[in-house]
């Protein structure tokens, strides 16, 4: 069985048959089914190296657990009909929260990873008057949704910018608006307003995190994630694993400096020329709806000068940080994703790749440049993935991959 997007050998979740470890078993089952879809017994058993016997155990008790459940028989193929196996939709829910500069996003999420419902709260700027009574309100309308399935909940996950007061200038915002968040710990803050156990990642490594369990990075091991948001942002996979740095800010892309040869001007951020804002205020100020930036009419006849002034500016700067990143980590691939239209995300693609054919690679290897899978809910999902991976996949390694085996 080939994972998905790639021709590699089998990926392996490996567990183990040793007395006391019924639990993190029981993980690495429903993780290898989480990768890999509905499965067989006897494929989760090669999947994991675990005993038939142990396999069926495991698979018997989560299916009373609630947590998985029998497919429909698959007949037509050499050998004895087989039944899969896959995770019950509703054996759990998590919160996804997804506190960005310039929209809150709430939204529940099923033990089979779809989103149940969504919501979100728009404004200019992330001021915590009013964001915090908004999240209240459309965290009673998720509960309100949910209705008895609301005792499933096992977790909220928080998808932030590690510095929500940061930038003021930049976004046009008051001068005490921002202030409060330089004291405000907003893991801390839901975990009171909601009662439930928190997780907490910087919003572009939650949006990687929702890209590498499902979307590219099933089959890539070795990718920067790049999100084009109000600022552009990222997340790095290294050996397959999110790689979140001692500071939880690996990936911050947005804070590559531009140069542009003066050493007199003040050197300028890649988010300065590459985030969505900075089209938004084109749009502005030629008097267009600053949200167009982020649907189809950024792409219509009316508007599209104003939107490839922006790409000029932005794909030569995508590709100058690329360049840079992929000379230092050897990098597969860049996945490049965002809250823009899917044309939009393929023209950022096709432009940049147009500016890095005319880049000298000798003594680099050149990455592939992919389509994201997941577009606008990239944050707040990789955020509602991170309270399940907590409960349920193997307690040693968050965001566990499974190890490439040749021969199999």
């Not at 709260?121 to 009013?130: C, I, N, S």
């Not at 801390?188 to 307003?193: D, F, K």
């Amino acid at each position: 069985m080939e994972t998905i997007g790639t021709r590699s050998p089998l990926k392996r979740t490996v567990g183990s048959n040793q007395v006391g470890m019924r639990q993190f078993n029981e993980r690495i089952v429903l993780q290898a089914i989480r990768l890999h879809g509905p499965l067989p017994k006897a494929d989760v058993g090669r999947l994991t190296r675990l005993s038939m016997q142990t396999v069926s155990m495991i698979v018997d008790r989560l299916i009373d657990d609630g947590l998985l459940e029998k497919q429909a028989r698959v007949r037509g193929r050499i050998g004895q009909p087989s039944v899969p196996i896959a995770l019950r939709a509703d054996g759990a829910y998590t919160i996804g929260i997804k506190v960005g500069r310039r929209s809150l996003d709430v939204l529940a999420m099923d033990f089979a990873g779809h989103v149940v419902c969504r919501d979100v709260f728009d404004y200019a700027y992330p001021d915590p008057r009013t964001l915090f009574p908004a999240l209240e309100s459309k965290l009673a309308r998720v509960n309100q949704t949910l209705g008895a399935k609301a005792n499933k909940v096992v977790g909220v996950g928080v998808a932030a910018p590690l510095w929500l007061g940061g930038w003021r200038d930049f976004l046009g915002a008051p001068q005490d608006a921002l202030e409060a968040w330089h004291e405000i710990d907003l893991r801390s803050r839901i975990a009171t307003m909601t009662g439930l156990p928190v997780e907490f990642a910087k919003d572009t490594t939650a949006a990687c995190a929702a890209e590498l369990v499902m979307g590219q990075g099933r089959g890539i091991h070795n990718f920067l994630y790049l999100f084009v948001g109000t600022f552009i942002g990222g997340g790095l996979v290294i050996d397959g694993r999110l790689h979140a740095g001692p500071h939880d800010n690996a990936g911050a892309v947005g804070s590559i400096p531009l140069r542009d040869g003066s050493a007199r001007k003040p050197s300028r951020q890649l988010l300065h020329a590459a985030s969505g804002f900075v089209l938004e205020r084109l749009l502005s100020d030629a008097g267009a709806p600053s949200a167009a930036a982020h649907d189809h009419r950024a792409l219509s006849p009316e508007l599209w000068r104003l939107t490839e002034q922006w790409l000029d500016t932005a794909c030569p700067a995508i590709a100058s940080a690329l360049t840079n990143a992929a000379a230092l980590l050897d990098l597969e691939a860049v996945v490049i994703d965002g809250e823009l239209d899917r044309q939009l995300v393929r023209e950022i693609i096709r432009r940049t790749e147009r500016v890095l054919d005319r880049f000298e690679w000798e003594g680099m290897v050149r990455p592939q440049l992919l389509e994201g899978t997941i577009g606008a809910d990239a944050r707040a999902m990789g955020g509602a993935i991170l309270p399940l991976y907590a409960h349920f996949a193997p307690v040693h390694e968050l965001f566990l991959k499974p190890a490439t085996e040749a021969g199999y």
